[in-house]
């Protein structure tokens, strides 16, 4: 029993931990993240990247990126659970598992409206740069002390989308599923520029 319970408990705290090291603090007031300045007179926000410039205030559901089939070749998951994390607008999907040996993994997405992939935290692996269907991006593993990946994608210049996987048997076995998962599933969904 004991161990049952450290195998669906782990990846939960574990989660909150990946999730709480993407997100950073800043002092000082909150203001609008895209107010427009003196020198833009009203013209329409454009960007050099291949990410455009729109940001995540278009994806209104991140289930939308994410679907249970997406993930049927990795195995059978429990129906997507959403809610808000970290300042993050979250859909996760836990494995469903057999036995108490098993890994259980929990493969999700976060919605970042007012955080770019440069600000992307070291969750105990370093972070590495990373190539996502020609969408430069961030990947934060958790190294040895946890079994877990984050792979951050940008949307526009401020804003972006982490996929994450939890309770993998190592850390590079969670960032090779969510590298794998961004580039066919997440990835070509989300707003171009």
Known sequence: MTKLLTRVVLPLLAGGALLAGCTSTQG???????????????SPETSSSSTGGSGTQSITDPCSLLEMSDLSSYGEFLEPRKQTLGGARSC???????????????????VRDAASVDQTNDT??????????????KEASGGSAVAG???????????????????????????QLAEAVAK??????????
């Open 28 to 42: 000082g007031t909150a203001s609008p993240a895209q107010s427009p300045s003196a020198t833009e007179s009203g």
């Open 92 to 110: 996760s999907y836990q494995q469903k598992i057999a036995s108490a040996s098993d890994d259980q993994k929990v493969i999700g997405v976060n």
């Open 124 to 137: 105990g692996g370093g972070v590495v740069d990373r190539d996502i269907n020609g969408r430069k991006a």
């Open 149 to 175: 990946c984050t792979l951050a994608l940008p949307v526009g210049d401020s804003s972006r989308v982490d996929v994450s996987v939890l309770g993998a048997h190592s850390a590079d076995e969670a960032c």
């Open 184 to 193: 066919t599933a997440v990835e070509p969904r989300l707003p171009k520029g």
